[in-house]
């Protein structure tokens, strides 16, 4: 009885601050209700009459929840959300007012676009910019302090056409591999699915900090990750913390953050203690990719408003921390069908599944040739920090498919008989425990692009990034695929006999970027070189991919980005990357000049005075190790002060030319800067190691995640 009770109050809570189908069907007519869904389902034009009846509907709704105010919440390229907020009120006479919400209103917003990242599509008096609502994508409540806010996710653009957000080109990817999918599925002869897509579930790792603490701590306010740190006795040397007991305090976080997004319908699934002291990890249930996307976006947003509720901040920066496990965001990715055939599903017998080998080929031959372009869609100066190191994959992309699917496509590359394959159980040997069906592959966590079953993960996102950018790609480059699959199929005499002719090549042409081994390995970087595959270390790198010959083709190919994007982007990217690196290195500087080195000359002041006065009392042998100690600390100081200005006259440096080129300027600030700030790092810990904890100006590592 009490746990019927508790599913009747989840289920009360569950999606109630969401204007859902479920929620829009009951508030219009069914006729109205029926346009609104060939719009959604058949990419029919919506009428403004339709508009109309469901913007009043939609109002009346937020109103009886309370809001005031509603936003077209959108997805500029600064790679958070934003928002404009409108009040419903409108004159009627006579002083009064009235609540009013038009479909005009609901379709289209004007938001000044004139300071947003264009990359050069805009200029800066160029101000407008408009936002079309998603109709994909459920509108929600928004509840903070300043009341109840209606958020309706919408697109943006420019005036001139150009897409200024991350949602546009997510939705026309989407549309292209539904696209191509479908004609593949026609071709095995599939005439009821009407629409294939692509699902995401993005885990989120994050780090929780005591709020007081973090606001002692200027580089994490600022830059959200500690510019100085040294190393803490204890880390995650003991492995005790990953899937540990969750802390009291951190669980009654999780459980809040759960209600709160449960209330908006994000799917949260999955809470465990990561890997780091004080990291974590939340994973939803997949979903359709563009609501995964708005998903992961108030996920983060929510993440941050609850953890001050507990005295936490929440940091989603990749590399918070030197030393110790970083932060990434795992984009389990899949394709399926709107009637539910996952099409990454092997089923029994893989080997006899043609549909599931040429989708399987398709992914192959997608990731292999645009590695590097997937690569730049991961890439941010944060998870520069990451990749590679601890639980992050490294820069090279690799594919891991197991050992029973690479076995069977090495078998097919060879023209070879395939060998039927069992699902084996696997053998606990302790008479009280079941045994467990044995999976047909293993887990690779060093693995960028690893196949889990009946869908790819992709470990190489960062934390704090969107996943719009990653899965965009990763429909562009798949529908292409498909689509040269599709056109060779069509004009084929023997269905089965070019089928199976792609397959056989795609395994042939494309199997060195299938590894099942150590990614850390050092063999492995070699190999990797040796075979061809890129070794991208470093973001500046990376964004030059975006603008090559062939991504220009295949974004243009399959109608998601134009050359005048695409150069846009790279522009923003690559800016963004150097402004990173200005405001790291700036508060580096500040810190160092303000807080840290005051501190250690006090301190060594102090030393200084203690050996003078222990100077007549004791011998010079005795004295010895007190004055060898102030020597080493004044000499640590010495240098530390010689590396902070010496930090700053090269940011001075820079600042004082004409930054014609943006991507000069990122090289400096990569090659020069990054380097400088990792030396006075290195002094600064040092000190740290030497001097008294109490004179020490901020907190420490063993404070923040201990």
Known sequence: MEKQKEHEIYTDYFGKYVFSDVVMRQRIPEAVYRDFRKTVDEGLPLTIKTADVIADAMMQWAVDNGA???????????????????????????????????????????PDASSFPSGGLRSTFEARGYTAWDCTSPAFLKHDASGVILCIPTAFCSYTGFALDKKTPLLKATESVSKQALRVLRLFGNTTTKKVITTVGAEQEYFLVDRDLYEKRLDLGVTGRTLFGAKPPKAQEMEDHYFGTIKERVACFMHELDKELWRVGVYAKTEHNEVAPSQHELAPIYTDVNIATDHNQIIMEMMKRVAEHHGFACLLHE???????????????????????????????????????????????????????????????????????????????????????????????????????????????????????????????????????????????????????PNTVLNTIIADTLEQMANRIELAKDFDKEVNEIIVEVVNQHKKIIFNGNGYAEDWIKEAEKIGLPNITNSIDAYREYISDKAIAVFERQNVYSKEELYARYEIKTTKYTKTVNIEARCAVQMAKREILPACIAYSTRLAENVNELSNHVSEATLKPRADLLNKYVSLLNKAEAMTE?????????????????????????????????????????????????????PTYSDLIL
């Open 68 to 110: 005031t105010h509603y936003t077209h919440w959108f997805q500029p390229l600064t790679g958070m959300t934003a928002e404009k907020h409108d009040s419903f009120i409108s004159p009627a006479g006579n002083g009064m007012a009235i609540n009013e919400f038009s479909g005009k209103s609901l379709i289209k917003g004007e």
């Open 646 to 698: 010496e930090l700053e006259n090269k940011l001075d440096t820079i600042s004082q030319t004409v930054e014609t080129d943006f991507y000069a300027t990122a090289v400096y600030y990569r090659d020069t800067i990054l380097p400088a700030m990792e030396t006075l790092r290195q002094s600064i810990d040092e000190l740290e190691t030497m001097t008294d904890k109490e004179r020490w100006p901020m």
């Open 319 to 469: 590399k918070p921390f030197a030393g110790v496990n970083g932060s990434g965001k795992h984009n389990n990715w899949a394709i399926a069908t709107d009637d539910g055939i996952n099409l990454l599903d092997p089923g029994s017998t893989p080997q006899e599944n043609a549909q599931f080998l040429l989708f399987l080929c398709s992914v192959i031959k997608a990731v292999d040739e645009y590695a590097s372009l997937l690569r730049a869609s991961a890439a941010n100066a944060g998870n520069d920090h990451r990749l590679g190191g601890f639980e992050a994959p490294p820069a090279i992309i690799s594919m891991f498919l197991g050992d029973q699917l690479t076995k069977i496509l090495d078998e097919i590359g060879r023209r070879e008989q395939v060998k039927p394959t069992k699902k084996s159980d696997l053998e606990i040997s302790v008479a009280t425990l079941p045994d467990l069906p044995k999976d047909a592959t293993d887990r690779n966590r060093t693995s960028p692009f690893a196949f889990t079953g009946n869908k790819f993960e992709f470990r190489m996102v960062g934390s704090s990034a969107s996943i719009a950018g």
